[in-house]
């Protein structure tokens, strides 16, 4: 006769895994009941509900304003502009974070102090700081020269013909995404083991080798997710250079509603391109992970992107 009992109590006493009922039958799954689910689930439907009757129902939203404009001339050129900030601004600071991350891990004590100076300062001014500092930067030093140290100047530029909005931008993105650059390449880099390093000294290759050649293409694997979700927010911080007058997607959208007064429209114009850019951006990124994961040939692992130093 079976003694009477809850399904939890009935459990513990057999000493099988929870949610599984035992019987004469033998054990048997019971799926757990979540009401909680399905009240929460209801919840979010209701809201999404609602949001997407107001995108559809409220006549401020003018969604033909929005169209029109979605493949506005100025709105394209502002999107060029842009995309080309999201690449300088990413290039240079990935260029200067792997020679900051290299310096990081120098046993040379003045290239360890010169990076960490380098990324307190520059991870601790936001980049509207720099930006706003480099584009006036001609009120402290007038023309920038080239020359001897401390000895004869053999050319000399305006400043402010050197340092426009469009470069002001790029120094202050790039070097603030050095910074963050050098921790994660860093990360990366003492992630791969000092065994493969050992190995690789042992038959005779040079410490440049061995960086180039072992560390760095293991080390590309594991910064890929962080350095990926950096340029998606790169492209974003982009939108800063507005202040700068600099003529991006956001500039360009607040330069048009100026003289139309359709506001709303045209932020939803630079919503619906900033929302495409990071789509495309976060599919890349994915196709990305997936070449460089590692893969079986047989019983030996190996990166695809790993060079191959001979055949045995």
């Known amino acids: 006769m079976t003694r009477a009992g809850s399904p939890a109590e009935q459990t513990t006493r057999s000493g099988a895994h929870p949610g599984t009922f035992r019987s004469a039958e033998g054990a048997r799954k019971v799926p757990l009941r979540h009401p909680w689910w399905w009240a929460g689930g209801a919840v979010l439907l209701l809201a999404i509900a609602m949001f997407a009757h107001l995108l559809v129902t409220n006549e401020n939203m003018r969604w033909s304003v929005v169209f029109t404009y979605l493949f506005d001339a100025e709105i394209l050129r502002g999107?060029?502009?842009?995309?080309?900030?999201?690449?300088?601004?990413?290039?240079?600071?990935?260029?200067?974070?792997?020679?900051?991350?290299?310096?990081?891990?120098?046993?040379?004590?003045?290239?360890?102090?010169?990076?960490?100076?380098?990324?307190?300062?520059?991870?601790?001014?936001?980049?509207?700081?720099?930006?706003?500092?480099?584009f006036n930067l001609a009120t402290l030093i007038p023309t920038l020269k080239l020359g001897i140290p401390f000895g004869p100047v053999l050319k000399e530029w305006d400043t402010n013909t050197v340092i426009s909005s469009f470069s002001a931008a790029i120094l202050g993105l790039a070097l603030t995404e050095s910074a963050y650059a050098a921790e994660m390449i860093r990360a990366g880099i003492q992630a791969v083991s000092k065994g493969q390093t050992e190995a690789a000294l042992s038959i005779g290759m040079s410490r440049y080798q061995?960086?180039?050649?072992?560390?760095?293409?293991?080390?590309?694997?594991?910064?890929?997710?962080?350095?990926?979700?950096?340029?998606?927010?790169?492209?974003?911080?982009?939108?800063?250079?507005?202040v700068l007058a600099t003529p991006d997607l956001l500039y360009s959208a607040q330069m048009i509603y100026s003289r139309n007064y359709k506001t709303i429209p045209l932020l939803l114009v630079a919503t619906i391109w900033y929302l495409v850019l990071c789509t495309l951006l976060t599919v890349a990124q994915q196709h990305l992970e997936q070449r460089l994961t590692v893969t079986r040939a047989g019983d030996v692992r190996r990166l695809r992107f790993l060079p191959s130093f001979g055949k045995a």
């Open 79 to 134: 999107l060029l502009t842009t995309l080309e900030l999201t690449v300088l601004a990413m290039v240079i600071g990935l260029a200067v974070g792997i020679v900051l991350a290299v310096m990081r891990l120098s046993a040379n004590p003045l290239f360890r102090s010169v990076s960490w100076l380098w990324l307190w300062f520059f991870r601790g001014v936001p980049p509207l700081v720099q930006m706003v500092f480099w």
């Open 210 to 242: 061995v960086m180039r050649r072992i560390v760095l293409p293991q080390a590309l694997r594991i910064v890929i997710p962080p350095i990926g979700n950096d340029l998606i927010s790169m492209l974003k911080f982009t939108s800063l250079v507005s």
